[in-house]
């Protein structure tokens, strides 16, 4: 009886845990806020209020096609022909009570068609997962726009974008999102939105290939022994956003690690001009210390120094068509055995809208890369947004004894809103290989294409 009991207690544990624990933090956070700004919430309306709540969810099923892998790759590692069938269901319920809210969101991803595929990881099959579970305070008080004051304080596990997404964002074509369980205060000052948080990023579980492909399932952690903080900050008319953030981790019985000890600092500048006319340009610098590798025989402590820039210049070519020309230019480092690692690190960030999908097709990782191309929205109507793209990419530093140039990408990618609640798109990419990339047993051109479907509710 016992042995079969066990699970369920364990189960009962951790859900037990990721409900009391934000609302225990939250109500004493906000107690004290409460008190500090009684004289804006009368015990009157408190005890007036009722309520209310809402479930929302979506569900989306994807086909993706891959042939002829972008990387270089052998036979033996991977095969030719990558077929994969995926499907991620959201279903989040949230109560509102005058100041406070509570919501938590459930998450199953999973992949089909896929038998022996390398690339399938945590990253796309996470099942039955307790994304995010927080409490959230939002006081009453208004907020001049010469003072300071505090916006809300949320704790739990959550789920959050920060600006452009390049160091910080939720996966929106990948088929999981990345969770942090710790706190969050938002506050103004002199009409600056600014954000502090400290966070323990989650780690999704199981990460066994075998377990991965079958679909099992584990609660996913946090570590003690990773930390993530700092500050986002964003100008009042949201053209200037700055990112201060410092990730610690060290190897422990249960985490392996690069033991990466980073800062990261980021400016994010958009300047609409000319009616028409937007540019935007964003530059990050990256700098203190990390193992090469997250092995424990790995010991040796590197010195990080990597940056990337992103820039970007688009115009209104007719009423409902954007064209833009972008620029990213990314750090690399192409030698393993010097005292000093310059691989940009992307830290929780994605990269599908600036190189292509991700998942079964692997677009190119925010690291030693260089690019340039254009790219065009045309929306017709409210229920068609058409995008086209094309990039040229080189390596910042080719691998010795390899070409830089990596190769022409095309891409296009249509979506069609049919109702409010059903939303379908077809997408496909071309890598013409450059030098660089026509290397192991899958030198030809690669060639994807993508289908889905996507029901909210």
């Not at 369920?8 to 225990?24: E, G, Q, R, S």
């Not at 026509?438 to 909210?456: I, W």
Request: proline letters at 4%; a negative charge.
């Amino acid at each position: 009886m016992n042995g079969w009991l066990n699970p369920v207690k364990n189960v009962a544990f951790n859900l037990a845990l990721y409900l009391l624990l934000p609302c225990t933090v939250i109500a004493a956070l906000a107690g004290l806020c409460a008190n500090a700004n009684a004289e804006n919430i009368s015990s009157s309306n408190l005890e007036s209020s009722q309520p209310t709540f809402d479930i929302s969810g979506s569900f989306r099923l994807k086909y993706e096609h891959l042939n002829n892998p972008i990387f270089p790759s052998s036979s033996e590692d991977r095969a030719q022909v990558n077929r994969r069938i995926s499907s991620r269901l959201l279903v989040k319920a949230e109560a509102n009570w005058d100041v406070f809210n509570v919501t938590a969101e459930l998450a199953d991803s999973r992949a089909w068609l896929d038998d022996n595929d390398p690339t399938l990881t945590s990253s796309q099959v996470n099942t039955l997962e307790p994304l995010q579970f927080f409490a959230r305070y939002t006081p009453k008080n208004t907020i001049a726009a010469d003072e300071s004051g505090l916006k809300s304080i949320t704790a739990g596990r959550v789920t959050f974008d920060h600006g452009s997404r390049r160091l910080i964002g939720q996966g929106v074509y990948r088929n999981t999102k990345n969770a942090f369980d710790g706190v969050l205060v938002d506050w103004t000052v002199s009409e600056w939105n600014v954000r502090g948080f400290y966070l323990l990023p989650v780690s999704r579980l199981p990460t066994d290939s075998g377990a991965v492909a079958d679909a099992d399932r584990a609660f996913d952690k946090s570590y003690s022994e990773r930390k993530f903080f700092g500050l986002y900050v964003t100008s009042p008319d949201n053209n200037v956003k700055v990112h201060s953030y410092w990730l610690k981790e060290e190897d422990s019985a249960k985490l392996a690690t690069k033991n990466r000890d980073l800062y990261t600092l980021g400016v994010d500048y958009t300047k609409p001009f000319a009616d028409t006319w937007k540019a935007n340009v964003e530059v990050i610098g990256q700098t203190g210390t990390s193992h090469q590798t997250a092995s424990a025989s790995d010991t040796a402590e590197l010195d990080v120094e990597s940056w990337m820039v992103h820039a970007n210049l688009g115009k209104k070519i007719t009423d409902f068509t954007l064209l833009r020309g972008e620029v990213d230019v990314i750090s690399g480092d192409n030698d393993s055995t010097d005292n000093t690692i310059s691989d940009f690190d992307s830290l929780y960030g994605v990269r599908r809208f600036d190189f292509g999908p991700t998942d079964v097709y692997q677009a190119m990782p925010r690291r030693n890369l260089v690019t340039a191309g254009a790219r065009s929205i045309t929306t017709p109507t409210t229920e068609h947004n058409i995008m086209v793209s094309y990039k040229a990419m080189w390596y910042q530093k080719a691998p010795e004894s390899v070409d830089s140039f990596i190769g022409h990408q095309l891409e296009a990618r249509w979506r069609w809103q049919v109702k409010s609640s059903l939303r379908l798109a077809i997408g496909a990419a071309y890598l013409l290989k450059g030098d660089g990339f026509e290397r192991g047993d899958y030198p030809d051109d690669s060639q994807f294409m993508f289908t889905e479907a996507l029901y909210t509710f």
